[in-house]
Every structure is written in C-alpha cells, then in structure tokens.
C-alpha cells in the first residue's frame, strides 16, 4: 500500500481558484483509473473527475469547463484544478487510485474547500 497526502485545501471567496495536489509516496503499479472525490456536509461521496491510463478523462457535470485533472507521473503527484469556484463545491475532497492487479482503492485522507459569498 501506497500513502495518498493531499494538500491546497482552503477558505476562499467564489470566483476564485485553487490547486489541489495528491501526493504518493511510492509508485502506484497497475493503475486502472485515477481522479477526485467530493463529499459536502451530510451528503454522499461523488465523483468530480476521473482519468484513465490512455489519458481520457471524464467529468462531473457540475464541473466541466472549470475544473481540470493532470498528473505529474516523475512527482507521483496527481493535481486537480479548479477554476471559478462556487458555494457549492465546498466539501472535503478526496484523490483516488484503482488498480486493476491487486484489485484495491486507495484514497487520501481528504482536504478541506470551503468557498464563500
């Protein structure tokens, strides 16, 4: 098992923009897919946006167009970009690693976005 540490997590005014990063601390093998989660106070864990090993990459409704995965394989190190934020993507957000050989998920501890008026 690998650890997964987030970070870039904070308080900032709606409109504005931030960079989480996720940060292994080894070499994930056997990575089927790869991406963030979400979960807002008294709501159920969602998807925001995952990539795949051949580079596509799928997005939440609510964030298309303002947020963006990359990966920077040399860091081990998986970024998500948010733009143009709003109220509603306060939560605590969440990276995640599938792989395919053993079957496992790994997840970070989750970083705090609170986004205000």
């Known amino acids: 098992q690998v650890p997964l540490v987030e970070s870039g997590g904070g308080l900032l005014q709606a409109g504005g923009s931030l960079r989480l990063s996720c940060a292994a601390s080894?070499?994930?093998?056997?990575?089927?897919?790869m991406g963030w989660y979400r979960q807002a106070p008294g709501k159920q864990r969602d998807l925001v946006t995952v990539?795949?090993?051949?580079?596509?990459?799928n997005y939440a409704d609510s964030v298309k167009g303002r947020f963006n995965i990359s990966r920077d394989n040399a860091k081990n190190t998986m970024y998500l970009h948010m733009n143009s934020l709003k109220l509603e993507d306060t939560a605590v957000y969440y990276c995640?690693?599938?792989?395919?050989?053993?079957?496992?998920?790994?997840w970070g501890q989750g970083t705090q976005v609170t986004v205000s008026s």
């Open positions: 995640h690693y599938h792989t395919w050989w053993p079957r496992y998920d790994y």
């Open positions: 080894g070499t994930i093998f056997c990575i089927n897919t």
């Open positions: 990539l795949t090993t051949d580079g596509s990459t």
